[in-house]
Structure formats: C-alpha cells, structure tokens
C-alpha cells in the first residue's frame, strides 16, 4: 500500500545550523512530491514541490530538497536555518491513478538561539 | 486573492450538540478537501468534492459527519451529535488538481467538545 514516512518526529537545531529533513515514500510509479509547512495555529504553506525535470528543487524561504528515485527520498534541505524556520514540515505525495495526497506524519522542527 | 477562508476559527461546545464548520474556496479551484488533524492521528483527509460534487468520503468518520457544498463558493461540514473525540482542528483546502497541484489551506477550525 501506499505510504509516506518521516522518520524524525522532531528534530531540533541550533539557528545558523544545516537543516535535513527525511521523507520516504512507497509507491510504484514516480509520484508528485511536495513539501509542506505548518507555523503553529496555521494551516499548511506549500514550500516546493517536485513533478519531472531536475531532481532538485528550490522553494520558498530558501529551502531545497532532493528527489532520490533510488532511495524513494525526498529530502527537504536549508543551509542556515532561523528561528522563524520553528514549525511542522509535512511531505506529501501525490500519484495520478490515486484518488488524493497522501501526507507524511510530520516532523517537528524548534531552533534554539 | 483572499484565500481560503473558514468559520468559526474556534468552537467550544458540549457534547451532543450540533456543529456546523464552513469554507469558502478560492475561486476558480475546482477541488476542495476537508482535513482533520489531530495529535494522534495526523492529517486526515475526510472527503473531497469536484465541482461541487463529493467524490470520496471514505475517510469521513461515521454517520455523524456530513459536508455538502451547494455551489462552488462554499462548503459545510457538520457533525451531529458531537462527541469530545471529535476535538481536533479542521482545514479546509482547495486546489485545480486533486494530485498534482498545490493545496491552498484555510487557517483551520479548532473544534473542542467537552
């Protein structure tokens, strides 16, 4: 069946620090694969998001990530990372012959100073 | 572009009684999609209509819950009775592709019933 997976519930870095968050996902044809995030009380932004062509996309807010097709991944990255990154990051996918976006569970990020 | 917007942002009531949370679109999205989110259980979608025609509501809960959307500007989701594990907070979302195309989410109705 299909699924998506985000390994780290909650990641914590220090501001200025590298950010990587995981996503895999398991489906037999290559899916469309977003990234979401959530600012605590808010409903989700799309960050970037992932149909064909170059398997690295740049988004918003100067966040990156990687579409590895042999690892099922989707990495979301962010070289330096602020305190206003704090929130939730969900990774979506999306499959055509599929009836909806499946969302990941999400991975908490908090930045400490 | 106002966005998607919803209503109420925050319901308390008791348990028993009628809820009734609404959405608007954002014009010219064919798609629109209500969501739960709870502690527990994530995001999970509940059903989705194509203009203004619901397509799949396997994820609504039980017979409690209903969504109906009466023309493309606006959508109700309504439980009745409510119960204190209906406590979650419900987004609504619009899009022009239900796989492929970017989610537009409202700022969410957080329901609480005591």
């Known amino acids: 069946a299909q699924s998506v997976t985000q390994p780290d519930i909650h990641i914590t870095v220090s501001e200025g620090a590298s950010l990587e968050l995981r996503c895999n996902y398991s489906y037999g044809a290559t899916p469309y694969l977003f990234w979401y995030v959530q600012s605590p009380g808010q409903g989700l932004q799309l960050l970037l998001k992932?149909?064909?062509?170059?398997?690295l996309v740049q988004g918003i807010k100067g966040f990156e990530a990687e579409f590895k097709r042999s690892q099922s991944s989707f990495n979301l990255r962010k070289p330096s990372v602020h305190w206003s990154d704090a929130a939730e990051y969900f990774c979506?996918?999306?499959?055509?012959?599929?009836?909806?976006?499946?969302f990941g569970p999400g991975t908490s990020l908090s930045v400490i100073p | 572009d106002a966005g998607v917007i919803q209503s109420p942002r925050h319901e308390v009531t008791e348990m028993g009684q009628e809820v009734t949370l609404r959405c608007k679109p954002i014009?010219?999205?064919?798609?629109l999609f209500w969501y739960r989110q709870t502690m527990m259980r994530g995001l999970e979608l509940l059903i989705y209509?194509?203009?203004?025609?619901?397509?799949?509501d396997s994820g609504m809960p039980e017979d409690r819950f209903s969504a109906k959307m009466p023309n493309a500007s606006f959508s109700t989701l309504k439980i009745q009775p409510s119960e204190p594990r209906d406590s979650a907070v419900y987004f609504c979302?619009?899009?022009?592709?239900?796989?492929?195309?970017?989610?537009?989410f409202g700022e969410g109705s957080r329901l609480t019933v005591l």
């Open positions: 979302a619009s899009s022009w592709d239900k796989n492929t195309g970017e989610l537009f």
């Open positions: 209509f194509n203009n203004n025609v619901p397509i799949d």
């Open positions: 014009s010219g999205h064919d798609y």
């Open positions: 979506a996918v999306g499959v055509t012959s599929y009836d909806k976006v499946i």
């Open positions: 992932y149909f064909s062509g170059d398997t």
